[in-house]
């Protein structure tokens, strides 16, 4: 079945510091791809997407690009801030599975001043 | 529009209670989802309704769960019976009916069973 696995945290970096997320899925054909953050006490709000390969998804600095040959979504940003410490979810939703998101286990990041 | 709404944002319950909880979409919205987020987890899938019609439900939806839709509006999630193990953040979320990519969450009610 469909899955994502993401790379595990928690993940402590100094204010500025480059950031890699990483997320590799499996799934059947070309599914959608997404990163997902969710603040503490709040529920999660769409970072970034992409739905088909070789889509570059981008927001707020955080960049993310749909890698079919390595079943890959990697979440990059180039110079992290405080205010970007949150818990970041990688999701994908199949091609046979249209309705619901299947979410890796998030990356806990905290960046220190 | 205020985006996705839930209620309670947090409950605490004796083993054994009954609990529902209530969702309100974006008011445009046909579709609502339900999914349950564990500590630690990200969050599974439970159920799915296109407007008052309930077209999916997870394994993860035990005989103790219900969930309605009566008017294709807002939505509530019941849970009989609780046991600890169903204590977790239960989030809601909506979307149009055209396109997989408009999924909106709201912030979620946390369940404590004591």
């Known amino acids: 079945g469909d899955s994502v696995t993401q790379m595990e945290g928690p993940v402590t970096l100094s204010e500025e510091a480059f950031l890699t997320i990483n997320c590799t899925y499996t799934a059947t054909g070309y599914p959608s791809l997404f990163w997902y953050v969710q603040y503490p006490g709040e529920g999660l709000q769409l970072l970034l997407k992409a739905t088909k390969a070789d889509d570059k998804g981008s927001n707020k600095g955080f960049e993310a690009t749909y890698r079919k040959e390595t079943t890959s979504f990697h979440l990059e940003k180039g110079s992290v801030q405080v205010s970007d410490s949150a818990v970041y979810f990688c999701a994908l939703i199949g091609v046979n599975t249209g309705n619901q998101f299947y979410f890796g286990t998030g990356t806990s990041l905290t960046v220190i001043p | 529009d205020t985006g996705v709404s839930q209620d309670p944002r947090h409950k605490i319950t004796k083993r054994g209670q009954n609990v529902t909880f209530r969702c309100d979409p974006i008011s445009e919205h046909n579709r609502l989802y339900w999914y349950r987020q564990t500590l630690g987890q990200g969050p599974e899938f439970l159920t799915y309704?296109?407007?008052?019609?309930?077209?999916?439900k997870s394994r993860l939806l035990s005989d103790r769960f219900s969930a309605e839709r009566p008017k294709g509006s807002f939505s509530t999630l019941e849970i009989q019976r609780t046991e600890q193990g169903d204590s977790a953040m239960y989030l809601c979320a909506s979307s149009p009916t055209t396109g997989n990519y408009g999924y909106t969450f709201g912030s979620g009610t946390r369940l404590t069973v004591v």
């Open positions: 309704f296109q407007n008052e019609a309930q077209l999916e």
